[in-house]
């Protein structure tokens, strides 16, 4: 039988590669559940590398996941935003600061979407893990060449709308305070100059929750609407800050449950983007990470 601590010192490598392939910390999770289950039936004797195994199983159950939600995906109420999750950096088997939050963050994870599911693992495997070609054809069971060619056109079609944010964690979380504090007392000057000329609000409220049909462009109206969304806030709401995806974020509860997420992407030294998830089904992993 496949070891429980070997499968418990992989598992956050294998929750990063499962959770960048779906954008959902739920499926990830089953998708773990799933790994273990086959990892617990195997003899672990017999094989030469279990982050090799694994990463393989998982791979190709996250493969399999993708396929069936991007077809309910296209269908999605308004934009779709991945789940917001806290990440730890002593757990997160990737660099911190700036890379964490290139790889990791909700805008990326969006971009992502745009890709079929073998170049996603490709890209995934390649650029952010580090796996080599041989070890990825393995796992896709495709030749290297083919397996090249797929982080090529995944390279490709993401090109220069990867974005680059600011590595510096304190001067953007205390932007992200005086972008709350401006929505909050409805101070419209105030927080169009904390905004980018192209900034862009995304909400995703699924179907159980309020959310703009579109994506809010421009300060203006973005400065407009964010001050017409905290208006409606109800009284006693508890605001936290978080690390969300290796960005500034804030957490949104009220008697106890959480009930939306704001991510902001800082661009030199300003909000590039703004995307607010009030979706119950994707705060789920920041409920359980409540205080």
């Not at 694994?54 to 308004?78: H, M, N, P």
């Not at 969304?229 to 957490?251: C, F, S």
Request: with cysteine; aromatic share 6%.
């Amino acid at each position: 039988m496949g070891g429980v601590g070997q499968f418990v010192e992989l598992r956050p490598v294998l929750f990063g590669v499962a959770y960048r392939m779906l954008g959902s910390a739920a499926d990830a999770e089953d998708i773990l559940q799933e790994a273990y289950l086959r990892w617990a039936k195997v003899d672990d004797a017999g094989v030469a590398s279990p982050r090799a195994y694994l990463t393989t199983v998982v791979t190709r159950l996250s493969i399999d996941r993708l396929r069936s939600a991007q077809a309910s995906r296209e269908t999605y109420r308004g934009p779709w935003l991945p789940d917001p999750i806290v990440v730890d950096e002593s757990d997160d088997p990737e660099p911190d600061g700036a890379e964490l939050a290139d790889n990791l963050s909700l805008a990326f994870l969006v971009l992502l979407e745009e890709l079929a599911p073998a170049e996603r693992a490709a890209f995934l495997l390649r650029d952010v893990f580090g796996y080599p070609y041989g070890e990825i054809a393995r796992t896709l069971e495709r030749t290297e060449t083919a397996c090249r060619q797929l982080v090529s056109r995944a390279r490709h079609r993401i090109g220069d709308r990867r974005r680059r944010f600011d590595a510096d964690h304190e001067r953007s979380r205390e932007l992200t305070r005086k972008f709350v504090t401006a929505c909050g007392t409805g101070d419209v000057d105030e927080l169009m100059s904390l905004l980018t000329d192209d900034v862009v609000v995304w909400t995703d409220g699924g179907r159980n929750a309020k959310s703009a049909p579109r994506p809010v462009v421009g300060p203006w109206r973005a400065a407009r609407f964010l001050i017409h969304v905290a208006k409606d806030l109800p009284a006693g709401v508890a605001i936290r800050e978080e690390n969300l995806n290796g960005q500034p974020g804030v957490v949104f509860e009220i008697e106890g449950e959480v009930t939306s997420a704001v991510v902001v992407d800082v661009l030199g030294g300003r909000i590039a983007g703004i995307r607010v998830v009030a979706n119950p089904e994707k705060l789920t992993a920041l409920q359980s990470r409540r205080p």
